[in-house]
């Protein structure tokens, strides 16, 4: 994928920035003119040490604040992003306004603001350092007089960062914060050297407006991502252009250069990968042999999965991923145990191994299970479907936030940045063993979905048959079904710099879905663990225990993390007592109740899980599907359209084509998120929710005018009703706020002026003083520094006296 202007450069953060930066430099500059006029040059030096170590904690405030941003976006679900997002926008545009009536407005400073204070407290502070004779409180104040000054700017820079960090790229921050200051930089030196003249009644005024423009922008900007977070209603499954679905552009189950992985077709190479579940098929097999130390040894050392000059292993698996959402929950369920998983499988094998294992060699033994004694049907089974339900499905989940994070850095190459941990996700959850088309068994959580679903009537060809299942991909489960459209979407999006938060929103989807399978499990087995139900853990030796717990555990961080008293009466439940007989305690019925109360959080329904059968055409008694009103044909209109994000099908359009890489791509984007919302049986949609206007419906988004007049102030070539309600309300509220600041410090300008005017009747006084004073329209900075003629500062630079129009 190509890159685009906007993937470097963020034009409003430019304007901000470079603001700002002249704003610091022209307060320091007129600092040094003014010790310059009074003889005191040494005390230059402070000035500098103070602007100096200003800029660089404004720099460092940028780069914590901007990392805290990011780094805890990407733990956020797609819709509390947008939320969160649209949240940050709309303060920032709050705080620019705020800005703007109370600092820029002409004549608009109250006699109570924030800035009034600090600046008389500056004037207090110069004349003060000057009348005393310690040289060392004079090199004081004037180091804090010039670093108040530097670190306000750089502080109010953050905040407007703060808020164009949601609406500009990422990877547009750096070049355009760096541009802002540097150009900030070299316009304020040309001005001390004499080489530019500029006046900073027009400046401050012009900038005031582009300002106030962008404020606007953010405060429309910010409604469209709370309307993208569902805060004001369900979304228009509508586009701006006309469409029609026509042909497939090419079999979705044709290979392509690296061949098919259940259906999947990767743009990278992933079959050394996908060779992991071989390490899980030879550790099954030790294991039913009761070949322990073998066993261990294809956890530990592997064997089959190739990873440069040695092997990727599945006790590998078992690592520290903080920082991603999903292993967070895991992590902080387990009190910060990082190889809880690890544990686990240790703790299952232990009095099993020769004493010369590495398990052994290497650590002590675990105390889970150390007070009960596990037969050896259910060490096998504790052993080996963690590995297949806690190693591998943990690390499948850690590929999909490898490529976001990947995307978000502007790494989009196939073979190595996004697309290819993407690929790898797909990989480590299907594995080699499913085939090109997955309808052969496997030994990872894609063939447990396809197992599954016959217990729950969850497959594909369980009627009644929904469009979007009714295609010859292999996948057997109503879960690979949607998880393969769900990959497909998004390797195409992390494929494009502008679609990566589009891809958090598949990667929310994928983890509901995998996490089907797994409760799936963990009920069936907590009825046939129950004597009180299919009462087969005696029987078996406690296998069929064993397996509840091992599904339980697989799932059980994630159902704390939404409920934690219903996690705990699941983890009871599983529990191994030194009495087999003493299995699952509550019964199966209060582990059914306690998943289904979870179901919401994570972002699944009844009909996604379904009931267990009894194999007769019904469901076991008290094991029937829950009713939230869902039904497997929800949602039709959004999986059936999926495909198009995966360039399986092309459109026609009564509109403009799209470009790939320009204004139009988002319309792709915008209406997948919006498709979700549909569930195509005529839903309502909010109205404040539909787009009623495109730019190109009147202007050439090509033509340099209009192209800036959009990334200024628009963001996006259509608007939504809602965004231009607010647009026009922000200026009318602008007008009224400003219009009544400026009304209520009629006196306060007169007494300002009264004091400029007096304290000008002496030109050998040099006080620093800023006043912002009303006179008509215009923003004018007023100095007891002398004037000419035409009312322009007079600054020297050396012994050099000429003027320059500040």
Known sequence: MGYTFFDFVCIPMVIIVFRETLEAAVLVAVLLQYLDRKGQPQLKRDVWLGTGLGGLLSVFLACIILSIYYTQRNKLGSSTANLVEGIMLGVASIVISYFLVTHLAPGAKDKESWSTKWERKMDELVEESLKNGDSKKKRTGFFCLSFSSVIREGFETCIFIIGLGAACNPTALPFSIAFGVILG??????????STRLSLNWFFTSSALLLALIAAGLAAHSSYELQKGEFFGAWSC????????????????EAGAYGLLASYAPVSDVTEHSKIDLDVYDLSQALENFQWDTAWDAYDLGGNSQKGDAFRTLRGFSKDLSGEPT???????????????DKYVRAALWDRLSDESTAKISSDRPELWSDVTLSDPMAIQLARKTIQYQHTWIYSTHELYSA???????????ASGAPHAWDEGWAF????????????????????????????????????????????????????????????????????LSRCDEARGYVDLIISQMSVSLIQGAIRYAWRSDPNGGGE????????????????????????????????????????????????????????????????????????????????????????????????????????????????????????????????????????????????????????????????????????????LMTLFWY??????????????????????????????????????????????????????????????????????PTDNNDNIVISSGEQEESKEY
């Open 238 to 253: 509508e586009r701006v252009c006309e469409y029609t679905i026509v042909t497939a552009q090419a079999d979705p189950n």
């Open 537 to 708: 853990t005696v029987s078996s030796d406690g296998k069929t225990l064993a397996e509840f717990n091992a599904f339980a555990q697989a799932i059980l961080p994630r159902i704390a993390s939404c409920d934690a008293a219903a996690a705990a009466v699941i983890a009871t439940n599983a529990a191994i007592p030194s009495d087999l007989n003493n299995a699952v305690p509550g019964g199966f019925a209060a582990v059914k109740t306690a998943f289904e109360s979870a179901y919401s959080c994570l972002a699944i329904t009844c009909s996604d899980v379904g009931g267990l059968t009894d194999g007769l055409g019904g469901f076991v008694s008290g094991m029937e599907p829950c009713e939230d009103g869902s039904s497997v044909d929800d949602d039709t209109a959004y999986w059936d359209n999926i495909e198009l994000l995966s360039g399986q099908i092309t459109l026609e359009e009564d509109c403009p084509e799209d470009d790939d890489d320009g204004w139009h791509s988002y319309r792709r984007q915008l209406w997948t998120s919006r498709m979700h919302s549909c569930d195509g049986k005529g839903q309502s949609i909010a109205w404040v929710n539909r787009e009623v206007y495109d730019i190109e419906a009147c202007c050439d988004t090509d033509h340099p005018f209009w192209f800036l």
């Open 716 to 785: 996006r070539p259509a608007a939504t009703r809602l965004e231009i309600i607010v647009w026009f309300a922000f200026w009318i509220i602008l007008f009224l706020w400003g219009f009544a600041k400026v009304r209520a410090i009629k006196e306060i300008n007169a007494e300002l002026e009264e004091i400029a005017h007096s304290k000008c009747q002496d030109k050998d006084v040099y006080d620093v003083e800023y006043h912002e004073k009303s006179k008509g329209n215009n923003f004018e900075l007023v100095s007891t520094l």
């Open 404 to 414: 976001l994070s990947k995307c978000r850095a502007g790494n989009v190459n196939d």
């Open 429 to 496: 959850y299907v594995g080699s063993l499913a085939g090109e088309d997955g309808k052969a068994s496997g030994e990872l959580t894609y063939a447990l979905a396809d197992k599954r679903c016959s217990n729950f009537d969850t497959c594909v060809d369980d009627d009644p048959l929904p469009s979007w299942r009714d295609l010859d991909d292999g996948a057997n489960s109503n879960v690979n079904a949607k998880l393969l459209r769900l990959y497909r979407a998004g390797q195409q999006a992390v494929r494009d």
């Open 185 to 194: 930089v070299v316009i304020a030196v040309a001005m001390w050297m004499g």
């Open 327 to 341: 292993y967070d929950e895991f992590i902080a369920y387990h009190e910060g145990d990082a190889l809880y998983a």
